[in-house]
């Protein structure tokens, strides 16, 4: 099981995520705890808003009012509406808000059902609630909980972050729940610069990311939908606000996810180059250099017009879980670079000289243990030497071999 908490003062943004969940069919409320319902034991979204507000004290210090938890079992946990009841009023009491108004909510919008609990972290008089430690506290509870009910540990290793990663399929339906569980586990695994480099991920699985323009109330502001295209990314589908999904899946979102990664980006840049430029000093042609990177863990997404110009190229380090355009790598790595070597005269400036940009780049970066060997690299490679190796001559061989196998073929 997985269990996280948030804090924040929009007690209506909390209450409303759950509940449009709900009116989309895909959430129910499991408990109404400390609040009123109707005749039938049920509650909306006025009624709750209206009830928690009435039961926040009118002067306060605390700022964020509001908790919101969320506790994910293992996707192997098959756990009853009972089992996520008794788990989550276990969880609250343990946690000290068992006297606190709370709402559960079962999610079932993916894959894995989970459950979202809304509460208030302070009492009736103004007292905050206890949270002092919470995160390690919360986490002490959640291995009770898994001992308690017997539950299976959601360990990294147990859950890849690629785990739910499947190519949207709009025959097998509700493509808002397949989209969403893509991304969902993309933007956890990957670090990207831009919304192209986020979509050469999700065209993998079928799945369009783009930034609109929208108006409401007579204001612009930024958006973002998603669509589900066919390989060839043409879309199959309507696009889907990201406002359906949840604010993960928004344009701030996004844009704050995209600021965080350029600082990861830094610290793989220089190894990511380095294979790149490892892999091309063998002058491969363009099949072997997608197999040479591939070995390494790293896919090369390609961009072409109708005739067959590279006018994009981006790097999927899996193992870092680093997107990156070519150009973030130097000028000498844009796409216009490999399109010249794969689709023009075939001259490979890999193997005479690096730009000057990319050395400056190599000494600027080389300020970590491990980045001085590649610092110190820059010197062999301008005489297409590295180590001993002498990767023009190894090209050259691989060049006449290819040459050669040509030729007989076309004799038979």
Known sequence: MVAKISSTSNLGGALGYNFHK??????KVLLVSGMSVDNNGNTD?????????????????????????????????????????????????KMGYGNQPFIVFKHSDIEREHIHIVSLR??????????????????KIRKEIERKWNLNTCKKQNIPDREQLQKADIDKG???????????????????QSVGELNAVLSA??????????????????????????????KLSVPIDAAKLGRKYGYNAIHIHITRSKKEFKKVQPDLRNKVRKAMMMNPDRKEFVQMLKTEGIDVVFRENNVGRIYGITFIDHENGIVANGSRLGKGYAASVFN????GNGNNPFLTALPKDAQVDQIIESDTPGDDM?????????????????YRELAFQRKMRRLYSGKLKRKK
Do not use: W
């Not at 709900?22 to 959430?27: F, K, N, T």
């Not at 509700?174 to 990207?192: C, E, M, P, T, W």
């Open 205 to 234: 699985y079928n799945i369009m990311a783009e930034e609109v323009k929208k108006e409401h109330n007579g204001k612009q502001y930024n958006g973002m939908v998603y669509s589900v295209t066919n390989s060839e990314g043409r």
């Open 22 to 27: 709900v009116e989309a069919g895909e959430a």
């Open 122 to 139: 302070v009492d009736s008089n103004g007292r905050k609630i206890n949270d002092s430690h919470e995160f390690r506290r919360s986490d």
């Open 45 to 93: 979204m006025n009624r709750a808003l209206e009830d928690m507000q009435r039961l926040l004290p009118s002067s306060m210090r605390t700022k964020k009012t509001v908790f919101h938890a969320s506790l994910n079992p293992h996707p192997d946990d098959k756990l009853s509406d009972e089992e996520l009841l008794d788990i989550a009023a276990y969880y609250m009491e």
């Open 340 to 343: 010249e070597y794969f689709n």
């Open 174 to 192: 509700d493509i808002r729940k397949q989209i969403a569980g893509n991304v969902s586990a993309i933007l956890k695994k990957y670090s990207f």
């Open 374 to 390: 590649i610092a110190e690299m820059t010197g062999s490679l301008l005489d297409g030497t590295s180590h001993g190796i002498d």
